[in-house]
């Protein structure tokens, strides 16, 4: 089965290589770069992994991580916070399976990327 990763981030070229080294991985991956069209695409889906910016345009990324916390749905979805907000980072570090710090390389995400289901 394929496992499916959501990634909300606002900015192009992080966002490139956060899809590119998941798809390396073998995740099935969707990008998107707004907060309010990623808090509709998780009306309809369940990712396995969700990569989440903390600020996001539209609607934060501290918003919809207090969504997913508070939905059962999302029970099982590994989530890894990516920001250059080390204060916030380190604030939600426990509400979460993992928190990258800005700038994020190809290789460092590749590597959590494998490792994301022995995380928590």
Known sequence: MTMTALIFEDHPGQGFIFKAALEQVGYKVQLVQNGKLAQD?????????????????????EQILKDIKANP???????????????????????????????IGFDQLKAVARQVETLG
Request: hydrophobic share 50%; no cysteine; proline share 6%.
């Open 41 to 61: 695409r998780l009306a309809g889906e369940v990712p396995d992994l969700l990569v989440l910016d903390l600020h996001m345009p539209g609607i934060s990324g």
């Open 73 to 103: 749905r999302f029970a099982e979805t590994r989530l890894i916070i990516a920001t250059g907000d080390v204060g916030k980072g380190h604030a939600l570090a426990d509400q979460v399976d993992l928190v990258l710090f800005k700038p």
